[in-house]
């Protein structure tokens, strides 16, 4: 396993990384699914600890995931270890507050995580989305906490989550954060890209949903378009639309060409093409057993070349 440094802190992670939100299980939220399908406990925490084992040392998870259940798993997985560090985040959740961003309920959430976490400390604790209210109005009132936050020991570093070049370029002067969270992959690789958010805001980016939710494995069939339980969110993600599992099996497959056809040589290829950029310090895929790990990790030693960035990306910008 490889390992890269997160910008100024002197945290060196693993460039594969996991993202939890896959074992956090079913959940909603206004009535409109947010987890994933329920999971099995006993297969998750094998998973994490063959995780660390293979050299993974870095977990993200959130306050939302599964309420708190993601958490709840890493804390009984990692209780007394120290060699592996945790992200989670606050904002997603708003349980009883006027705002998820009010200083009170930041401060719950720290310590209900911590608790979940069995953790004295969160390494890195994220903004988990840019809505801050109306005109930014609990914007300031939020980073202030997080910096209390920081100075008393509670969190070792701030992390901005965000969805769109506006709010990272909007925020990252206000909250000033050591790192910032994006989605990156094949189909969609703009803020990582040269050029792109992360360089222009100066910042190194931790990568989520580099399979798009492993429909860039293969896994899923146009034919045949999967079918979600009620609280699992891609269930409503238009990514599993007939239209778009057709596109993209048409894109695979000229994929499938160079870099061979399995589910596991695509996954490893559509990993290695994030970790290809220099903004990025590492990827998280998700993940729900030891198979999946295995396959994950693997990327870790795969090197695409210059001709082979270029061919998947012709891939990915041609019309269908």
């Known amino acids: 396993m490889k390992y890269r440094k997160i910008n100024s802190t002197g945290i060196e992670v693993s460039e594969v990384s996991l993202g939890c939100w896959t074992i956090g299980g079913k959940s909603w939220d206004n009535g409109r699914s947010t987890g994933y399908a329920d999971v099995n406990k006993k297969d998750a925490i094998e998973a994490l600890l063959f995780a660390r084992e293979l050299g993974v040392n870095h977990f993200d998870t959130a306050d939302s995931y599964g309420f708190g259940n993601s958490e709840r798993l890493l804390g009984g997985a990692f209780e007394n270890i120290n060699d592996v560090y945790i992200s989670t985040k606050i904002g997603n959740n708003g349980g009883t507050s006027e705002h998820p961003y009010k200083s009170m309920h930041i401060r719950h959430q720290c310590e209900q995580s911590l608790e979940n976490l069995k953790r004295e400390f969160v ?98 069939a146009a034919e045949k378009p999967p079918y979600f339980l009620n ?18 099996e048409k894109r695979l497959e000229k994929i499938k060409q160079r870099f061979g056809g399995s589910n596991e040589e695509l996954t490893r290829t559509a990993i290695s093409y994030v970790l290809s950029f220099d903004s990025v310090c590492c990827v998280m895929p998700g993940f729900r057993n030891k198979k999946q790990i295995l396959t994950n990790v693997s ?19 041609e019309e269908i």
């Open 123 to 220: 390494d890195i604790y994220y903004f988990h989305h840019p809505y801050f209210g109306n005109n930014d109005m609990y914007l300031d009132e939020a980073v202030e906490t997080m910096c209390k936050l920081k100075k008393e020991g509670k969190i070792r570093y701030i992390g901005l989550s965000a969805y769109s070049d506006g709010d990272f370029e909007r925020l990252c002067p206000v909250i000033k954060p050591d790192i910032i969270q994006a989605e990156g992959n094949m189909a969609q690789a703009r803020f990582i890209k040269k050029g792109g958010t992360a360089e222009r805001v100066g910042l190194k980016a931790a990568v989520t949903s580099p399979l798009i939710m492993g429909i860039l494995t293969g896994r899923y």
């Open 231 to 248: 609280g699992d969110h891609r269930k409503e993600d238009p990514r599993f639309s007939k239209e778009f599992l057709v596109l993209t």
């Open 299 to 317: 990327a870790s030693d795969m090197k695409l070349t210059a001709e082979d960035i270029e061919y998947i990306e012709k891939v990915f910008s």
